[in-house]
């Protein structure tokens, strides 16, 4: 039982020291508290941006592949930007459909910008002219009306479906349906209104869907040397998303030997996944999130100042009182122990009151701002950690201190 009571005795004498001035002690851990509650709200902020994106890209599916044109080569070498080139083309889509079997669904298309323009509203947005398939191959679905059908493709039929903002933004709060539109030079019917997406790379809240037959008869579609129509980019839909990889090797194999492309060339195309979005997003996302972490911890720093400095002034004021203990029998180490226990306490009770606060400010932010936010418990036991590390880091030198003193110069202290 001795033993137990000696174990904790500098417990209890560091517990003493501390609340034997409150008021200051308060004012040591505010700096910890800060800086705890600064880490928690950010890093929670960050974790929720990056789980609301990646939500959002799940929502397009995360068997959907998109390919692309590649890079186009300027004079002198020089590589342009990625879709620059004019190499992909609806018979590249035609063949992907005919030759893979690890494909669901198949879309090409063929899209631009354009002044879309209903009674007294208009605004710019993209306008892409696509098969029925894109439902399947996208997720989509309908709020109000119907997509395109079959039929529509092959008539070239003048009707267009609107994503939701397109919606809101031309017709507010009337109904869509049934209504002229002009795109361009071109006037078609609204048929159909898309569910939301949310706004995300590819989302089709901003665009307007027309079947691609009526697209290549209201805009000059060009072609290849052989005839071929030449489109913008061709989406698809996997069967298992297991077999990604197999499918992109196998797509990519097809693309190179309908493009005639020597073993040597690079690719004239690039195919994205949208797992492969998600991963990218994912990493670039928590680079973010733990550089927002690391800027608030640099209060957490500032806090260890602030509890080192009042270590040091508790030191000199307790200087009589060491030199009692010491002649009373104390050793250097239960002196050096009390001190920096004194200090772990400081940080770890600014440590827990910064997560109360951090938590408190990560909801409000939640609920006001309705910015989306992540408390996860590595964000906790990380910011708690580093400020009981911070606190028996900088109290490492006033309590070596205090041990180091000479108990005949201590007792002799005023």
Do not use: C
């Not at 889509?93 to 209903?118: C, G, H």
């Not at 892409?128 to 709020?143: A, D, I, V």
């Not at 951090?358 to 936010?373: D, E, R």
């Amino acid at each position: 039982m001795k033993k137990y009571i000696r174990l904790l005795r500098p417990f209890h004498n560091a517990w003493g020291g501390v609340t034997s001035h409150k008021l200051r002690s308060l004012l040591t851990v505010l700096g910890i508290v800060i800086g705890v509650s600064a880490v928690i709200a950010l890093m929670s902020i960050g974790k929720g941006a990056e789980a609301d994106i990646l939500a959002r890209i799940q929502t397009l599916g995360a068997d959907l592949m998109m390919i692309s044109p590649g890079s186009q080569m300027g004079a002198g070498g020089v590589r342009g930007a990625a879709g620059s080139a004019v190499t992909l083309t609806m018979e590249d889509a035609a063949a992907i459909e005919e030759k893979t079997d690890l494909v669901a669904s198949v879309s090409p298309i063929f899209s631009r910008n354009m002044q879309l323009i209903a009674g007294s509203q208009n605004m710019n947005a993209q306008v892409t002219g696509t098969t029925p398939s894109y439902m399947q191959t996208y997720n989509l679905n309908t709020t109000s009306g119907t997509f395109f059908s079959d039929y529509d493709y092959q008539r070239g039929s003048a009707v267009a479906v609107l994503g939701s903002t397109a919606a809101q933004t031309l017709y507010g709060t009337n109904d869509p349906l049934g209504q002229n539109l002009r795109l361009g030079t071109i006037i078609v019917r609204v048929i159909g209104v898309l569910a939301a997406k949310g706004s995300v790379s590819g989302s089709p809240d901003n665009m307007v869907f027309i079947p691609l037959t009526a697209m290549q008869q209201a805009v000059a579609q060009q072609r290849t040397q052989r005839g071929e129509q030449i489109i913008s980019s061709i989406s698809l839909k996997v069967k298992d998303v297991n077999n990604s990889s197999s499918v992109v090797q196998e797509l990519t194999e097809l693309l190179r030997t309908r493009h005639r492309l020597i073993a040597s060339a690079a690719n004239d195309f690039r195919i994205t996944s949208m797992e492969e979005v998600a991963s990218t997003v994912s990493e670039t996302m928590a680079t973010t999130t733990m550089l927002l972490g690391a800027i608030a911890a640099i209060s957490l720093l500032v806090g260890g100042i602030g509890v080192m400095n009042i270590m040091l002034v508790s030191v000199l004021e307790r200087t009589r009182e060491i030199g009692i203990r010491k002649a009373l029998g104390a050793r250097d180490t239960d002196i050096w122990i009390q001190f920096l226990i004194e200090s772990a306490f400081l940080s770890l009770a600014g440590g827990l009151i910064g997560v109360a606060l951090g938590w408190g400010a990560a909801y409000l932010v939640s609920n006001v701002w309705s910015m989306h936010t992540l408390v996860s418990i590595d964000i906790v036991i990380l910011a708690v950690s580093v400020s009981v590390g911070i606190g028996l880091f900088f109290g490492f030198y006033p309590a070596w201190q205090a041990s180091r003193l000479n108990p005949i110069e201590a007792l002799r202290h005023e």
